[in-house]
């Protein structure tokens, strides 16, 4: 079956722009996790969603936003954008709540901020 | 922020060796995961261990948990240069808040 699928792959904007980041979960699978991943930072949790529903939260900014479709797509939302934002965006999805079980990763969208 | 913490950070060795990496952590956890980034890409998952195992092997692999130390440890027994990645450990703790650590980067030379 397919994978995780995430698009743009490459990504270039302005600081100040926004951006949007969209994430296609495996077929079936109901939780969507989105991370940030940087060279200073590592992988740093964003948030998830499970059946349309934010279930839990990490600790950036409210520039950074997502959702999650009823076909349980998600995007995430960064607004004014800043040039530390620049980073490797991973979304993961699983059966389940992530935890108890395995996350698929996609290859991610790299963002760069100019 | 982060919960665990891989050590070491990166390792180097001969391909046909064995590699071991570890992953220290703070809080009480239900599960913990062992995943695979060959670079700049996603991650691939390698072993979920819960709580209340020990050891647990997957070909090559063999990952150790150990509560009372709140510390798991990763084998590559005979590594290849296709292993070479960075390894990182994620955690599950009681708040359902799930964790990945800083990550091990391991290079096999040939």
């Known amino acids: ?114 | 922020s982060q919960q665990g913490e891989e050590d070491p950070q990166a390792l180097s060795i001969q391909e046909g060796e064995n590699a071991t990496m570890n992953c220290s952590y703070k809080t009480s956890i239900n599960n913990l995961q062992w995943y695979r980034q060959n670079s700049g890409r996603g991650l691939v998952h390698l072993i979920l261990i819960r709580s209340n195992e020990r050891e647990k092997h997957s070909g090559r692999l063999r990952v150790t948990l150990d509560t009372s130390k709140k510390s798991s440890s990763l084998l590559i027994t005979a590594s290849r240069a296709a292993d070479t990645a960075s390894y990182f450990c994620a955690t599950d703790d009681a708040g359902n808040q799930f964790y990945f650590g800083t990550g091990t980067s391991l290079t096999v030379i040939p």
């Open chain 1, 1 to 114: 079956k397919a994978g995780v699928t995430q698009t743009p792959r490459y990504l270039i904007k302005t600081r100040g722009q926004q951006v949007t980041l969209s994430c296609s979960p495996i077929s079936g699978h109901r939780s969507v996790s989105w991370y940030q991943q940087t060279p200073g930072q590592g992988l740093q949790f964003l948030f998830e969603y499970f059946s349309e529903t934010q279930r839990n939260k990490g600790n950036f900014p409210g520039r950074f936003s997502g959702r999650q479709f009823s076909n349980s797509r998600s995007e995430m939302n960064v607004s004014t954008l800043e040039l530390g934002d620049s980073a490797l965006y991973l979304c993961a999805s699983s059966l389940v709540p992530q935890g108890p079980t395995e996350a698929f990763f996609g290859q991610g969208t790299r963002l760069t901020v100019v």
